[in-house]
C-alpha cells in the first residue's frame, strides 16, 4: 500500500522560511521520482518541484532560486525547502509519485503553507 505523509507546514512571515518533508512508505523508494504539487484557493494544483531517481531537478519558474527540492533515499523521504517565501505561496502543498507501468498516481494528504504578516 503506498502512503505519502506530509509534514512541516504552517504559518511563516513573508521572508521566511520552511521546510516540508514527505515520507513515503510501499514505494521502490530510490527509483521513484518525487514532486511537490500545490494549491491555492479558487487555483488549479500545480507542479512546484520534481526530483527525479537520478537527482536531476526541476522547477517552477515562480519558485527558481528560493525552493529546493532534495531526497534521502535512506529515510524514503523528500524535502521541500522553501525560502524567501511570499504571500503568493500561501497554499496545500501536495506530495506525489508515479507508480509501475501504468504510472499510477498517488498524492499525499497536503499540508497547509500560510505566508502573511
Known amino acids: 500500500q503506498v502512503q505519502l505523509v506530509e509534514s512541516g507546514g504552517g504559518l511563516v512571515q513573508p521572508g521566511g522560511s520552511l521546510r516540508l518533508s514527505c515520507a513515503a512508505s510501499?514505494?521502490?523508494?530510490?527509483?521513484?521520482?518525487m514532486a511537490w504539487y500545490r494549491q491555492a484557493p479558487g487555483k488549479e494544483r500545480e507542479l512546484v518541484a520534481i526530483i527525479f531517481s537520478g537527482l536531476n531537478t526541476n522547477y517552477a519558474d515562480s519558485v527558481k532560486g528560493r525552493f529546493t527540492i532534495s531526497r534521502d533515499n535512506a529515510k524514503n523521504t523528500v524535502y521541500l525547502q522553501m525560502n524567501s517565501l511570499k504571500p503568493e505561496d500561501t497554499a496545500v502543498y501536495y506530495c506525489?509519485?508515479?507508480?509501475?507501468?501504468?504510472?499510477?498516481?498517488?498524492w499525499g494528504q497536503g499540508t497547509q503553507v500560510t505566508v502573511s504578516s
Open positions: 506525489n509519485t508515479r507508480v509501475g507501468v501504468m504510472a499510477t498516481v498517488f
Open positions: 510501499g514505494i521502490r523508494f530510490s527509483r521513484s521520482h
